[in-house]
């Protein structure tokens, strides 16, 4: 019996404007590893406006989104950089039908923090994909 090699990993971004679209290839493959590779282990992924996870929580969310076996469609705004944290704005839609025959449309405007590791390379801090949602102002 042999062994079934396992794809490469594309390298991790060097520069922070990089990085979503590192992320939208990672998603469109529906590699959860790959996805996570992306983020630092700490990193904290806001699931709604409010309400944040780290950690399994949030490998956990990632599968969920990646479940919907729809790509990921971005497009990067802005990106700010200061030494070694950046902020990265960009627009994001998921639009398709998911497994189950439920329409999927979901699109945002995130906010995203990311920061270069000592290795040199950028992943994020904090991913809020409804960076600037505005329906739960007060």
């Known amino acids: 019996m042999t ?6 990993l594309p390298p991790l971004p060097t520069e922070p404007g990089d990085l979503p679209y590192a992320f939208a290839e990672a998603f469109n ?5 790959a996805v996570d590779r992306l983020f630092e282990p700490d ?16 490998r956990l ?5 990646l479940a919907l076996g729809i790509p990921i469609k971005l497009t990067l705004r802005h990106v700010y950089v200061h030494q070694d ?8 839609l998921i ?4 497994p189950d025959g439920t329409p999927v449309h979901d699109r945002g405007s995130a906010t995203d923090v990311a920061r270069r590791g000592a ?12 960076g600037i949602d505005r329906s739960n102002a007060g």
């Open 3 to 8: 062994a079934t090699a396992q794809p490469a």
């Open 61 to 65: 969310a990632n599968a969920e989104f």
């Open 29 to 33: 493959s529906g590699d959860l590893a």
């Open 95 to 98: 639009e398709g039908t998911a």
């Open 43 to 58: 990193a904290v992924f806001v699931t709604r406006p409010g309400h944040s996870v780290t950690g399994d929580e949030r």
């Open 119 to 130: 290795d040199g390379h950028w992943r994020y801090a904090i991913d809020n994909p409804s």
């Open 85 to 92: 944290v950046a902020l990265l704005i960009g627009d994001y």
